[in-house]
């Protein structure tokens, strides 16, 4: 898990990237990908794999907000290509005395969508267990916006997408569990 100043780092970095991807296009960017999360409401189909009624219910509840508030304002911000995929598993660190990000992997997910997804499935896996969930997720989100600015638009949807992104994750391992092995080791 990063500390704050790599959080910053990975948002600086995937600023960066975003502006490289900036005008990209590629007959393979509008793939059908379970994990686009512009086409998350197609999540609700898998739903009842979740066996606690309670994870169920939210994650049930943030796909309503997400159709009520977010989807409706995604007309009207910023797309592109975008990774859609930064998680400290696909990003490189510099272990010199500057400790950088110096580089992403892991391609496979790229998609033409709002650009601010981007932002809000890596913000997803900065969570912490140390009684401030939001702690480097507010050092990424600044580390990006030093980088790429944010609009004021992209940011009244951020929290319900970083909600969407988590109810995502949640449903697919559910419902992968449902035909998959106990023992599989991707579970």
């Excluded at 009520?68 to 998680?87: G, T």
């Excluded at 980088?147 to 909600?163: A, V, Y």
Aim: negative net charge; contains cysteine; charged residues 30%.
């Amino acid at each position: 898990v990063p500390d704050t100043h790599i959080a910053e780092d990975m948002g600086r970095y995937l600023g960066i990237l975003g502006k490289s991807l900036a005008g990209f296009q590629h007959p393979g960017s509008d793939q059908n990908l379970l994990w686009d999360m512009k086409r998350a409401l197609s999540i609700k189909e898998i739903t009842k794999h979740i066996d606690s009624i309670s994870s169920r219910k939210m994650v049930e509840e943030t796909l309503e907000e997400f159709e009520r508030y977010a989807l409706p304002k995604f007309d009207s911000i910023r797309w592109q290509v975008i990774h859609n995929d930064m998680n400290p598993d696909n990003v490189l660190i510099d272990i010199s005395k500057k400790r950088r990000v110096c580089g992403m992997i892991d391609f496979g997910d790229m998609v033409y969508s709002p650009l601010i997804i981007d932002l809000a499935v890596a913000a997803a896996y900065l969570d912490t267990d140390e009684g401030n969930p939001m702690l480097l997720m507010n050092h990424f989100v600044a580390g990006y916006n030093k980088e790429t600015p944010l609009l004021q638009e992209e940011l009244d949807i951020l929290f319900d997408l970083i909600k969407t992104r988590i109810a995502t994750t949640v449903s697919v391992l559910e419902w992968r569990k449902s035909f998959r092995d106990k023992d599989d080791p991707y579970l």
